[in-house]
């Protein structure tokens, strides 16, 4: 019983503030959900939940027309008096009676395809209609599991069970916000937050926003993970057919054409189902799109249906879009989730035009205690009524997060937590106070090990203390780890310390110190996995490894919106080290390379002398364009590919143990990812840099270049190195120019191909160049495909790379595993 009242007394409460509220069904009384519910010529609107409920909420007394309309069912119209006093009016959907003109008759003639002609040449004027407003902005997003499966791969999947049922079903997020927006086509927002709830956190922050439901039809795409083309963009006939299903006439007496629209091939990323058009202004009247994961290039989603209203103002003539819901199912690893966002647009406002400051960086932001509303408030402003189970999530969920709060219960959990297992030891444990919001981490050596010419087989563990302040979202830790070479018989140690001091401008500081050892390009261009297995099986060890005993301090934050700044200052002590070991698993006659890249088959000569230096260095970083978030618990940036992202770097080196190690170095990077519409997406680095006085530094300090002599990459990265290029042929100490350049089709072309589309598959093309004083300059082409694999498992990418340097130089094969980027 005590569960039951709170859930009849926040039910009642709903009705009460509600002033129009009904239900929604059809001529057997089955309920219709989202069906789209308005005011006639006013832009106050709502649709119905997954119960058929509504509330429309009319604050202005007086006379309106209700309609309620849903697709293939005849609009309904109801007239209401509105004082003060709440009213329930039900409404009955009767199916609609779509009419075929006689022209059908004719199989030579598809009055669809005049129909869309003319949708197509009436876009711009019809997208200019609503290309700039004021409306209010209603969301809610939730989330379900079915079915969830105990373990995953041998690991426990527990973190759900207080909030699933017996079945292992149950509602995993569920989240609303009401917000204020100021739109302008094509893509200038902002949104003021009134009010954010997530279910279970009554501190949390919705991350529902107007920017992720911006899915305008009359654009020639939507914005999915890929561009998916819309069924009246320029190129529409290239992507679709199109049937003429019939017509029938709204509450206007407007007559709405009905076009069944299927993808010409199902591996495009081209919509499925229905989309119906005004006749003679042949503007868009609502939308029933679905559209598979394949077809998107994403293998975890199985089916995505957009569904869109729009309404027509008699007074100012203009179709608006006042619902749109998104339903989606996915799954993998035996994990099956479903999903939906439904959207509400009202009180829409069409100023000529907006004064010049209207849209700044800061396109979203929450008002003060947006997060802490009453449940009183929220059932004033919510338009779409809480179902039943919602409204159980959220009071079911409230009332844990109580309990999962107090210390009882954290410390119960951590007890199960913190139990320690003689794995531990290899795999690694942590220890928590959840209460407290502290843990102690020690880092196992097993995930860590791996070999290396200069140690032998190497092992690593760390110990670590970390401390959160949730509401301030800024942490600390500090921590030691250890490294241990077998061979070399040696241990070394660094102890570290890192504050992230707020969350608004990001400051940080970095300190650690020690004695480690390490490859000298500080991009690390080979994995130690890698490194072992070419070492031990092939007797290829290209790492190349030298000890540095040192101090550093890194200070880095934002000094305005999209301008970083970085400071790090360090001494150190560099040693060359040797080979210790030529141990390897296969019998050959190969012999190991040296430790000294510069003379790889010199095994007396070091790379360099022994020495201490002292380097400074700032790093500026300019992200044109930055756009952001602003919560009350901190900034978040938006990326924006409009423009590029600019770093400008100067180092210093100075009181050196000879001054021959001392020298001057002044660089910069420019990098831009961006989308070609449906024809793929771009990535572009080009990296410069020049040295000063720097004719006698140690090979340390040198400029290495990110090279690659093994078959095999972690499939990220690729415009960041040469595949074809041995590691260390081209470092220098003067200037150098780098470039790379990648396109991925997004399966524009293999989506064409027969039997190759069924790959789904995406082609990289790429070009990489490098140039510095006194040798040619080294070229690299490649073509390749992505997001190769079975079914769901999409980790592989494969490449040819041809390279060029006076004439031809090699040609090579490299295999991307994406799985690499998460065992490193």
């Known amino acids: 019983m005590k569960k039951i009242t709170p859930l009849l007394f926040l039910l009642f409460s709903i009705a009460t503030f509600a002033q129009v509220k009904g239900t929604v069904t059809d001529s057997k009384g089955k309920a219709i959900a989202f069906a789209n519910i308005y005011a006639k010529d006013t832009y106050i609107s709502t649709t119905s939940n997954e119960q058929g409920k509504y509330e429309l909420n009319l604050k202005i007394p007086g006379t309106y027309v209700i309609l309620y309309q849903y697709l293939g069912y005849k609009t309904d119209k109801k007239i209401v008096e509105i004082d003060k006093v709440a009213q329930t009016v ?15 008759i004719n199989k030579k003639v598809n009055p669809a395809i005049e129909i869309i002609k003319n949708a197509i040449a009436s876009r711009k004027e019809n997208a200019k209609q609503a290309a700039q407003y004021n409306a209010d902005f209603y969301s809610r997003g939730i989330f379900r599991v079915k079915n969830l499966p105990k373990t995953i791969m041998g690991q426990k999947l527990d973190f759900f069970d207080d909030v699933i049922d017996s079945t292992r079903s149950g509602i995993l997020y569920l989240s609303e916000t009401v917000s204020k927006i100021t739109f302008q ?36 795409y939507l914005d999915f993970d890929v561009k ?21 006439a709204d509450e206007n007496n407007k007559i709405i054409n009905k076009i069944k629209v299927t993808p010409k091939r199902s591996s495009e990323p081209a919509m499925d189902g229905y989309i119906y058009i005004v006749d003679d202004s042949w503007a868009i009247y609502a939308v029933d799109l679905s559209i598979n994961g394949s077809q998107m290039q994403n293998p975890a989603l199985n089916k995505l249906t957009l569904t869109q209203n729009y309404s027509f103002n008699n007074k100012n003539k203009i179709w608006a879009k006042n619902t749109q819901t998104i339903e989606f199912e996915a799954g993998m690893l035996g994990i099956n989730i479903n999903g939906k966002f439904t959207y509400v647009y009202s009180n829409f406002e069409f100023p000529e ?82 209460f407290k919001k502290w843990s102690i981490n020690y880092d196992g050596p097993l995930l860590s090990t791996s070999f290396n010419t200069v140690q032998g087989w190497k092992t690593k563990a760390g110990l670590s203390y970390f401390k959160r302040d949730e509401d301030k979202r800024t942490y600390s830790r500090i921590g030691t780890q250890f490294d241990y070479g077998f061979s070399e018989k040696k241990l070394r140690a660094t102890a570290n310390y890192y504050r992230k001091f707020n969350n608004t401008n990001n400051a940080s500081l970095y300190i650690i110190g020690g004695s480690s050892i390490n490859q000298f390009n500080a991009s690390n261009p080979i994995s130690g996995l ?112 409009k423009y590029p992202t600019i770093s400008i770097g100067y180092e210093k080196a100075f009181s050196a143990t000879n001054k021959k190690y001392e020298y001057d170095l002044l660089s910069t990077r420019i990098t831009q990812d961006f989308s070609i519409g449906n024809k793929g997406a771009m990535k572009i680095n080009f990296k410069a840099g020049k040295f000063f006085n720097a004719d006698t530094i140690s090979f340390v300090d040198y400029k290495h270049f990110n090279g690659n002599q093994t078959h095999l990459t972690g499939g990220d990265g690729y415009t960041n190195l040469f595949n074809n290029l041995p590691y260390y042929s081209a470092s220098t100490n003067d200037s150098y120019l780098e470039f790379h350049v990648e396109h991925n089709d997004k399966g524009y072309l293999m989506n064409k191909i027969p039997l190759l589309n069924k790959l789904q598959s995406q082609l990289i093309l790429g070009f990489h160049n490098l140039a510095v004083p006194g040798r040619n300059p080294y070229q690299e082409f490649s073509i390749g495909l992505d997001n190769l694999g079975y079914g769901k498992v999409r980790i592989l990418r494969v490449d040819y790379i041809r390279s060029y340097q006076n004439g031809f130089h090699g040609d090579t094969i490299i295999f991307g595993l994406k799985i690499l980027n998460i065992v490193e």
């Open 90 to 104: 039900d409404a009955i959907l009767i199916e609609e009676e779509i009419i075929l003109n006689e022209v059908v």
């Open 530 to 641: 890698v490194n072992s297995v070419s070492s031990l099986l092939f007797k290829n060890n290209f790492m190349k490894l030298y000890e540095k005993n040192f101090v550093s301090a890194n200070f880095g934050r934002e000094i305005i919106n999209g301008l970083n700044l970085n400071v790090n200052a360090e001494y150190s002590e560099r040693k060359p080290l040797r080979n210790t070991t030529d141990h390897s698993i296969t019998k050959t006659d190969d012999v190991y390379s040296s430790n000294n890249p510069i003379l790889p088959l010199d095994n007396v000569t070091p790379a360099f002398e022994k020495h201490n230096l002292i380097k400074t260095n700032v790093l500026a970083r300019i992200k044109f364009g930055q756009q952001y978030w602003t919560r009350p618990d901190g900034k978040y940036t938006i990326g924006n590919d």
């Open 185 to 220: 086509k094509p893509d200038k927002l902002k949104e003021v937050i009134v009010a954010s709830k997530v279910s279970g956190n009554d501190n949390g922050f919705s991350f529902n926003n107007a920017a992720q439901a911006n899915f305008d039809f009359y654009e020639n």
């Open 353 to 434: 035009k907006f004064e010049k400051k209207t849209f700044t960086a800061e396109v979203l932001k929450f008002e003060e205690n947006a997060n802490k509303k009453e449940d009183s408030f929220w059932n004033t402003i919510r338009p779409v009524p809480l179902t039943v189970e919602e409204s159980t999530d959220y009071l079911k969920k409230d009332a844990l997060q109580t309990k999962k709060k107090s210390e009882k219960y954290l410390d119960s959990i951590d007890g199960k937590h913190n139990k320690f297992k003689i794995s531990d030891v290899l795999m690694g444990y942590s220890y928590r106070n959840s």
């Open 228 to 248: 998916v083309v819309s069924p009246i963009a320029d190129n529409a006939f290239n992507y679709y057919n199109y049937k003429f299903d019939g017509s029938f």
